[in-house]
């Protein structure tokens, strides 16, 4: 009997003090002050994209029209505020915790900076705070973990610093969606954060967070993205992550990781669709299994040390789009290992494949040229793969780069290279091609880049070169190319990064089109038959800061006006036929530091003004007819 009365009497005082919170609540936070709440929140924004940021925030309506704010409810009180992409900047005042009835907060992708006011620890109501790409700072208040309904906690791409208080992982237990990426906290994943059984997005990637990845993780059994990428992760991937059957994409890139993929992985996240695994020490066999994730449409397993060979049917999982195996020690030869590659034909949404930096060897399969025509990428190069590029290589017509590079391929480059219209990079150097460059490559106007040297190309360099109005970089040098260099070729002005045709066979005059390489930073046309005078034209080159034309047969005078040239670095013009006097301008190139004249048939004084080149480290003037002092002060050579 006096049990019961004192349940009754603790019942009632409970309801009487529930009764004394709600009334307090909503005597002390009633509609009026939340406008004025809004103010003074709002005095924290010093500027946003109109030049009153938020001038609608007045006293001519009610807060509840105000731009961002939704009021609910029956005391018409303030739910939600959304002000993303406002470009406000400024600090989040403690003010913003007196809105006691919000739900919903979004002030993402705006300029904010300070610290998270520990005062959103009152919004008891919140289920939803985006805080995202701002410039916030400092901690993540533990007050935070008062928010008990919260759903979705988005803090990505800010300046967050110091351990993710573990007190999350006790109270926000609704929480589905938990965004830390691309801050700087530190520390390790707090095992706490296991209890948060309705996740089912967590993102931690780009942090300073490192030490194993707790196991527990294992049983949010709703989870369907974990991306842990770009910490300091070590151990092992815990077994019990592959225990989350829900997960559709699992990324821990560029972690210290090890240990191996295991075999029944096909079976136990059959959801799959991204698996990035890349940039870790992973190690092992790629289990057979994984061409049973039917859904897969990434798997990158890149710059780890798996072994073995590639499942021979890994083309079941038809929705790959993006595979990359590059640098591992992944094998194939002749006998065996590349079937892989026909399979993958059946993958007609492939855009990128990387299989370069591996142990591939053997000739390489004419099924690549089956692949899907929407790939964009290919990268097959530093291996050991011989074998002669396939004519049909053309079916490829979407490829915008082509990397068979540091490898041993032979044979011609086909003709019908010249269908690859969307061709941007074209990296074949370091093999064993031989031949003539085909017109056809004059047809790939959208080329930037072809890096074809150390290869045994022969014959004249095509005219047609001179159709690629977008290319920054040619070098063709170690080859056998023969015959003059197109005027074409020098009336390129995109050229910019380099242009190198040197150790071939090229003959003929250097055109005083050259001067039209006005973007160029580095011309080598060292070690060929070139002869003639060097044009006067070249000091329109302005931006040179390499001139290497040593080893020809250049003759007549050195350039006068190479000091417009205001970067020039590296002068080499030795071993040719060059006469006359050294010119005192070269004292006006203020920035060189290495000038090769030697093995010439220069005369006259040596310059005494070389000696004003402050940065000149290297002047080789040796064999020449040259007379009096030699400059001091640089590591000389005579
Ligand atoms: C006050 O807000 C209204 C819209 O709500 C706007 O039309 C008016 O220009 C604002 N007044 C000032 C002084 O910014
Ligand atoms: C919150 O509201 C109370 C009462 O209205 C007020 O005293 C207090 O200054 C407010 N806090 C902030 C940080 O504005
Ligand atoms: C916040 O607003 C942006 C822009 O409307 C939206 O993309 C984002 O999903 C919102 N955040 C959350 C957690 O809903
Ligand atoms: C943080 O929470 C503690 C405990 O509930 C409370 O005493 C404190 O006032 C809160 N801090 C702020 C700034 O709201
Ligand atoms: C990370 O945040 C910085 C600004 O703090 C931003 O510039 C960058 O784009 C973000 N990176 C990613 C991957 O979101
Ligand atoms: C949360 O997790 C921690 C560590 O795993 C555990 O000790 C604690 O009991 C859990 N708390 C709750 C409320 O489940
Ligand atoms: C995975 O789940 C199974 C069945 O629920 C359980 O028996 C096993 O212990 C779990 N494995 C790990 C590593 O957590
Ligand atoms: C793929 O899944 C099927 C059906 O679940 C199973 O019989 C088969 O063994 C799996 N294959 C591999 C390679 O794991
Ligand atoms: C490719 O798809 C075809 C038709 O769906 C199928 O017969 C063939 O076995 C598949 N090949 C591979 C290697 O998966
Ligand atoms: C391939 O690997 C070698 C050695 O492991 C490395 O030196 C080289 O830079 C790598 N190639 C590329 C393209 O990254
Ligand atoms: C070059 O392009 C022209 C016009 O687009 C086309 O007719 C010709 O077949 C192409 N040549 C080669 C070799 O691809
Ligand atoms: C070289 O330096 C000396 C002393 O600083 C100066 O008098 C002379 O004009 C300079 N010569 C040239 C060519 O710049």
Redesign the pocket.
């Known amino acids: 009997m006096a049990g019961m009365r004192a349940v009754r009497l603790l019942l009632s005082s409970l309801l009487f003090a529930l009764m004394i919170a709600a009334a307090r609540d909503s005597v002390s936070n009633h509609g009026d002050d939340d406008g004025a709440t809004l103010l003074a929140f709002k005095a924290g924004i010093t500027s946003g994209r109109s030049s009153g940021p938020l001038s609608s925030w007045n006293s001519s309506t009610s807060f509840c029209s105000w731009e961002g704010v939704t009021c609910g409810g029956s005391s018409g009180r303030v739910v939600a505020l959304d002000l993303s992409s406002r470009g406000l900047a400024g600090t989040l005042l403690a003010a913003i915790g007196n809105l006691t009835s919000l739900q919903t907060l979004n002030l993402s992708f705006n300029w904010f900076h300070g610290s998270i006011p520990a005062s959103l620890g009152h919004l008891r109501r919140l289920h939803t705070l985006d805080l995202s790409d701002n410039s916030l700072s400092g901690m993540l208040p533990d007050n935070m973990s008062l928010c008990t309904g919260m759903t979705a906690l988005v803090l990505g791409s800010n300046k967050l610093g110091g351990l993710i208080p573990s007190s999350l992982g006790d109270t926000l237990t609704n929480l589905k969606k938990l965004s830390l990426t691309n801050n700087s906290f530190t520390g390790a994943v707090p095992a706490s954060l296991a209890n948060l059984s309705s996740l089912q997005h967590l993102d931690l990637s780009i942090n300073r967070l490192d030490g194993s990845i707790p196991?527990g993780l294992?049983?949010l059994g709703s989870i369907s993205l974990l991306d842990l990428s770009a910490n300091g992760f070590s151990g092992t991937l815990?077994?019990?992550l592959?225990?989350l059957s829900l997960l559709t994409s699992l990324q821990v890139e560029g972690n210290a990781l090890q240990g191996s993929i295991p075999a029944d992985i096909g079976d136990r996240l059959p959801a799959m669709e991204k698996l990035v695994l890349s940039r870790n020490r992973f190690s092992g066999a790629i289990p057979h299994s994984v061409t049973n994730l039917s859904s897969l449409a990434t798997l990158r397993l890149g710059w780890n040390q798996f072994s073995g060979y590639v499942p021979r049917t890994l083309g079941r999982s038809q929705d790959l789009r993006y595979l990359e195996l590059a640098g591992n020690r992944l094998e194939a030869d002749n006998s065996r290992g590349w079937e892989f590659m026909d399979s993958l034909a059946n993958c007609t949404q492939l855009q990128y494949l990387a299989l370069d930096n591996n142990s591939f060897r053997g000739q390489l399969p004419g099924s690549v040229v089956n692949l899907s025509t929407s790939l964009q990428k290919l990268f097959i190069g530093y291996n050991n793969i011989s074998g002669e590029i396939p004519s049909d290589i053309s079916n490829l017509a979407g490829l915008k780069v082509l990397q068979v590079a540091n490898t041993s391929v032979s044979g011609v480059i086909p003709k019908s290279i010249g269908k690859l219209a969307n061709l941007v990079m074209f990296f074949m150097f370091n093999n064993a091609l031989s031949g003539l460059v085909p017109t056809s490559v004059g047809n790939l106007t959208k080329l930037n880049w072809i890096l074809a040297y150390n290869n045994n190309l022969q014959g004249p360099i095509p005219a047609s070169l001179g159709r690629l109005k977008d290319l920054n970089i040619l070098d063709i040098s170690k080859n056998r190319l023969n015959g003059s260099i197109p005027r074409e070729i020098f009336k390129l002005s995109s050229l910019s990064i380099q242009l190198d045709l040197s150790d071939n066979s090229l003959s003929g005059p250097l055109p005083s089109e050259v001067g039209s390489l006005t973007n160029l930073n580095w011309l080598v046309l060292s070690g060929n038959q070139l002869s003639g005078k060097i044009p006067e034209s070249i000091s329109s080159c302005t931006v040179l800061q390499y001139l290497l034309l040593h080893n020809n047969s250049f003759e007549g005078s050195i350039p006068t006006n190479l000091k417009n040239i205001k970067g020039l670095t590296t002068i080499s013009l030795s071993m040719n036929k060059l006469s006359g006097t050294i010119p005192d301008t070269f004292a006006g190139i203020a920035t060189l530091k290495e000038l090769y004249l030697a093995q010439n048939n220069l005369s006259g004084p040596i310059p005494a003004v070389l000696q004003n080149l402050t940065l000149l480290s290297v002047l080789d003037l040796s064999f020449n007819n040259l007379e009096g002092e030699v400059p001091s002060g640089a590591s000389l050579e005579t």
């Open positions: 196991p294992g049983g815990p077994s019990s592959y225990n």
